[in-house]
């Protein structure tokens, strides 16, 4: 059974930092890509950062040159720094993977607040 749980979640200042975590079990999860996704009260959830087998990387817009994902191998563990944050990041994130075969699994999210 696939299971991905994120943690780190907190309440944080504006421009303040917080390192989000996703831990995956019953799965080899390097060979799949990795990502972080978010979802705002009353918004459609948005894709945030990815992190393919090969190690490339795609962000949003919004988020470039502040976020950073990076994952450890051994610990079956992937990881969202995020730096100088802002109001407008407030959401609930959600680790997801897609592996090779193109199953889709998600973790329960972990809110992140962001005063202002």
């Known amino acids: 059974q696939v299971q991905l749980v994120e943690s780190g979640g907190g309440l944080v200042q504006a421009g303040g930092s917080l390192r989000l975590s996703c831990a995956i079990s019953?799965?080899?999860?390097?060979?799949?890509?990795m990502g972080w996704f978010r979802q705002a009260p009353g918004k459609q959830r948005e894709l945030v950062a990815t992190?393919?087998?090969?190690?490339?990387?795609n962000y949003a817009d919004s988020v470039k040159g502040r976020f950073t994902i990076s994952r450890d191998n051994a610990k079956n563990t992937v990881y969202l720094q995020m730096n100088s944050l802002k109001p407008e990041d407030a959401a609930v994130y959600y680790c997801n993977l897609v592996t090779v075969y193109g199953a889709r699994y998600w973790g329960q999210g972990t809110q992140v607040t962001v005063s202002s």
């Open positions: 992190l393919t087998t090969g190690g490339n990387t």
């Open positions: 019953g799965i080899i999860f390097s060979s799949g890509t």
